[in-house]
């Protein structure tokens, strides 16, 4: 029997947890349905009982399973991306070799898990063209480390494929709210990383999530006002 997938995800715009698990499903070619939640919405049900009703977590994003009569969920980024990854093995969402694919998941991890300066002066804003602010210095220390890494990472697969760790992978997945970031406030970076940042953009997922951002800033806009958009 096929399973039938349910995505829920949070304002495009701004979810940066949902648009990971979002680049690696539909990386898989399977098909699915989509639930948005706005988020930072005070009406009535609350943000957080809409999502209650997908998950007790709370959180999105949130994958829905329905398989054999059963409906199974999975929440949390990374954890949705790794069940995916075995779900679907033909995706080859990780790396063949057993040391690069350990590398890879190194990296996933450290996005899961680090970076918290950089996410707080650097918040996704996916569809507009920022100024960058003043960051502290331990931002500025993230956004140094995440262009060593890149760097690095490219440096020694990026010839098999130009991502990260060659062929596209879970951590582009995991990266790729980053290299929106970094182009929103026009965060400088060398000419290896600019390219990895274009092939990202280039990605037909990522354009879909990109002008649906575009449609949720323009709909919250009063009549006649203009921002500057992303391209």
């Known amino acids: ?113 680090g970076f918290g300066p950089m996410r707080v002066y650097l918040s996704m804003d996916m569809a507009r063209s920022l100024p960058m602010p003043d960051i502290s210095d331990d931002a500025k220390a993230n956004i140094a480390r995440v262009i060593e890494a890149w760097t690095s990472a490219l440096e020694r697969f990026g010839h098999d494929g130009g991502f990260l760790f060659g062929r596209y992978s879970i951590a582009d997945c995991m990266y790729a709210p980053v290299c929106s970031r970094f182009r929103t406030y026009g965060v400088e970076v060398p000419p290896i990383v600019e390219g990895y940042i274009e092939r990202i953009f280039a990605l037909p997922a990522m354009q879909d999530w990109l002008k649906e951002s575009q449609a949720e800033v323009a709909e919250g806009l009063p009549d006649g006002a203009k921002v500057a958009l992303k391209k």
């Open 1 to 113: 029997m096929t399973a039938h997938y349910t995505l829920v995800v949070g304002t495009k715009n701004w979810s940066t947890w949902s648009l990971r698990p979002y680049l690696a499903l539909r990386a898989t070619g399977a098909p699915f349905e989509e639930v948005k939640i706005k988020l930072r919405q005070d009406s009535h049900p609350s943000t957080k009982e809409q999502i209650l009703k997908h998950s007790p977590a709370g959180w999105v994003p949130i994958l829905k399973i329905a398989e054999d009569g059963r409906e199974h969920i999975v929440w949390d980024s990374l954890a949705i991306c790794e069940t995916l990854a075995e779900r679907h093995p033909e995706a080859k969402l990780w790396p063949d070799d057993a040391f690069r694919r350990a590398e890879a998941r190194s990296y996933s991890a450290e996005m899961h898990s």
